[in-house]
């Protein structure tokens, strides 16, 4: 079984930056796609980015496009989110989410990411 522990978060002023990191703790680790998540408050979880592991092609939701960016190390079983010029609406509880198979069925305990007006 895989865990998820993500790093990272935290308060940052509205055009600052953060980078978040998720680690996977398995001997052997080659999922399909990993993936980033966000859960702002009092709403449902929303996708963020994807990558997959293996070609490290990327998808992003719209409204992050241009501002955040995914990428992973696969020697260190790591995926990273590069947030650049946040803004209030990026507050949330990140998660990062493994798709082992066709689905995300691995997830991360979520970070809390702050941003001030």
């Known amino acids: 079984q895989v865990q998820l522990v993500e790093s990272g978060g935290g308060l940052v002023q509205a055009g600052g930056s953060l980078r978040l990191s998720c680690a996977a703790s398995a001997r052997t680790f080659s999922p399909n796609i990993m993936g980033w998540f966000r859960q702002p408050p009092g709403k449902e979880r929303e996708f963020v980015a994807h990558?997959?592991?293996?070609?490290?092609?990327?998808y992003y939701k719209d409204s992050v496009k241009d501002r955040f960016t995914i990428s992973r190390d696969n020697a260190k079983n790591t995926v990273y989110l590069q947030m650049n010029s946040l803004k209030p609406e990026d507050t949330a509880v990140y998660y990062c989410a493994a798709a082992t198979h066709s689905l995300f069925n691995e997830w991360g305990q979520g970070t809390q990411v702050t941003v001030s007006s």
């Open positions: 990558i997959t592991w293996s070609a490290g092609r990327t």
